[in-house]
């Protein structure tokens, strides 16, 4: 017989399960400054694409070509 599941001692758990765990992506990059919501929707949508491995460095890459929605217009695909 299976027991019960019960989310509040679930929920209890979480913070020992985690704590050796690195932050994710979009935290990293919130703590090393790219903390306007266009880098954050930025970099959620790249990592929507990959994993957080990669997430971090292509976004800090395209952070250092345009940090604003118009500066963003002015990209080409090369």
């Given at each position: 017989m299976?027991?019960?599941?019960?989310?509040?001692?679930?929920?209890k758990r979480l913070p020992a399960v985690v704590q050796?765990?690195?932050?994710?992506?979009l935290f990293d990059l919130y703590d090393q400054g790219y903390t306007s919501?266009?880098?954050q929707l930025s970099a959620?949508?790249?990592s929507l694409c990959t994993y957080d491995e990669v997430?971090?460095?292509?976004?800090i890459?395209?952070?250092?070509?345009?940090?604003t929605?118009?500066?963003?217009?002015?990209?080409?695909?090369?």
């Open positions: 299976v027991a019960d599941f019960d989310i509040h001692i679930a929920v050796d765990l690195p932050e994710t992506a919501l266009f880098e959620c949508i790249i997430t971090v460095p292509t976004s890459q395209l952070f250092t070509r345009t940090r929605p118009k500066a963003m217009t002015t990209l080409t695909t090369e």
